[in-house]
């Protein structure tokens, strides 16, 4: 079992049963990118989730200092508080 994590994006790329190859052609199609580096494709992804959490969280928080943000996969929980 890997150890928990703040980042969003590293956790849902561990929870994730796509290769890189088609994790990486699912972001270009959603996002619409064309960069052909898988693993930049990713780590950009990655990073811009994280930015999102923060900021969506933050949100939370500015309505309810007691909220948390909870993201539920098959075999994990990933939260924030």
Known sequence: MSKPTNDLGAFLHTQSKKSNEDLAESIRVSKKLS?????????????????????????IKDFDSSAELIIKTDSRIWSQK
Request: hydrophobic share 30%.
């Open 35 to 59: 960069n052909r580096h898988n693993n930049v494709v990713i780590f950009q992804e990655k990073r811009s989730i994280c930015g999102t959490a923060k900021k969506l969280f933050q949100s």
